[in-house]
């Protein structure tokens, strides 16, 4: 009869493997977010050039991202970049996505801004990509970053809270977005330093907030993202 070691098995799951990251690091990984929500408001907000620069944050940052891999293959796992737990976390979202739904075709209906078009399509593609990107700089970076600081010992809810008001301030000044964002970055706060998995929240970032636009918020990103620069 084989002997039982089951309980003897250790869940290395959520375990940092990665070479030990200083302060002056992560710190400097915060800076560089926070320049990137700056570069939002210049280039989005006031220049208009929506496309480009969602295509030059997501080249900038996957050149880091491809630097600190060679630097250390462990640490894309470390960040959420990782399968292996993705129906677990998956679970733990799907409840809070469909309440959303719910919540988001009734306030439309509501304010008489639900808008049905075709454009909500390619952005069902194409946005999870970039809510991976937001997910990853804010969640992965911000959250991440002050939840392991050695120099200063944050709560996990102080943390949560922190990176919940920086990720809802970036969506200024659109009243519904800074609500929908600050409570989406609470619940995806709380699921990350439990499970880390950037591609779940990635992927519902970019369903939910493609929804919340054309139930809630009444725009057309899609118009306003490819259309507009196109003409």
Known sequence: MKPKLTKYLIDYSNVNLTRPISDKVRLLEILAVALTGIGKFIFMDYLNWRLPFVIVAILLWSVYVRYRYKKDSQVLRDWGFRRDNFKSVLRLILP???????????????????????????????????????????????????????????????????????????????????????????FYGYIYLKSKNLYVLGLFHGWLGALFYYTVVNQDPFADVFLNFLN
């Open 96 to 186: 809070f996505a469909v309440i959303s739904i719910v919540s988001f075709i009734g306030i439309g209906y509501i304010q008489g801004t639900l808008n049905p078009t075709w454009h909500i399509l390619p952005l069902l593609i194409t946005y999870p990509i970039w809510g991976t990107v937001q997910q990853f700089l804010t969640i992965g970076l911000v959250a991440g970053n002050l939840s392991t600081l050695k120099s200063v010992k944050l709560k996990k809810r102080s943390v949560i809270f922190i990176t919940s008001i920086l990720f809802s301030l970036v969506h200024y000044p659109s009243v519904w977005l800074l609500i929908g964002t600050f409570i989406l970055a609470l």
